[in-house]
């Protein structure tokens, strides 16, 4: 595995490796001085589920929407297979998604990562440009979200 911690930094300096200037050396020596005073920070397999008690977003759903739409729910087909489980606990799939809106000062273009924990651990993560530019951070999110889901 990787350092999660560490992904986008990387991937943003790998942009531009075959023409770097001065301040792409310096985020880099930043970088190496970050993994020079945290060596051991990792990711940790830990079979409980994610707890996100810090986070300060939390959904609530908009009044308009409500009522517009009421409380819609999807109907789940009985015949789908039910999901598999690790000894008596059920298995449990949480997905984080983000994005930062027109992030890419060049193109404009935003920013889409999300991690994929089963139990708390991460399994999947992404973190890349998203291939157009988006007018909203709603659509820009909206975006990741379904990028997430694919």
Not at 7 to 12: D, G, K, L, Q
Not at 54 to 68: A, G, H, I, S, V
Not at 94 to 118: K, L
Not at 122 to 134: A, E
């Amino acid at each position: 595995m990787g350092r999660l911690d560490i992904h986008h930094a990387v991937t943003t300096l790998a942009r531009y490796a075959s023409e770097p200037n001065h301040g792409h050396m310096d985020r880099a020596l930043r970088l190496f001085g970050y993994l020079k005073k945290f060596p051991m920070k990792g990711i940790v397999m830990d079979p409980t589920p994610p707890t996100f008690e810090n986070f300060e977003d939390e959904y609530k759903p908009d009044p308009d929407d409500l009522l517009l739409y009421g409380e819609v729910e999807e109907e789940i087909d009985e015949g789908l297979p039910t999901p598999s489980t690790l000894g008596d606990a059920e298995l449990q799939i949480t997905a984080v998604v983000d994005a930062n809106h027109a992030h890419d000062r060049v193109t404009r273009r935003s920013i889409t990562s999300y991690v994929i924990f089963i139990g708390s651990s991460p399994i999947m993560w992404t973190c890349k440009r998203q291939s157009v530019v988006s007018t909203s951070t709603y659509e820009s999110e909206f975006r990741a979200l379904r990028h997430a889901t694919e």
